[in-house]
């Protein structure tokens, strides 16, 4: 379930910036398989990979993180 809510917001701000899954794979140096298991909520990000989506998202990680997880 946290997994699902990750990739949903990763997605949602990843087709907000324009990007394909197959463009924005390229950029963070990912097979679009890995990206579409995130959005798709099968896998949550590693931290590396979390900073660097909200690097090339030009987004905080708290703005990716899900709204239940951000008070912990």
């Known amino acids: 379930m946290e997994a699902e ?15 394909t899954q197959e463009s924005f794979a390229k950029v963070l140096g990912v097979s679009v398989s890995v990206l579409g298991e995130i959005e798709r909520g099968n896998r949550i990000p590693e931290e590396k990979l979390l900073y660097q989506i909200s690097d090339v998202l030009n987004v905080s990680v708290q703005e990716l993180t899900p709204e239940e997880l951000q008070n912990r």
Not at 5 to 19: D, M, Q, Y
């Open 5 to 19: 809510k990750w990739g949903r917001r990763i997605r949602a701000f990843r087709k907000l910036k324009g990007f």
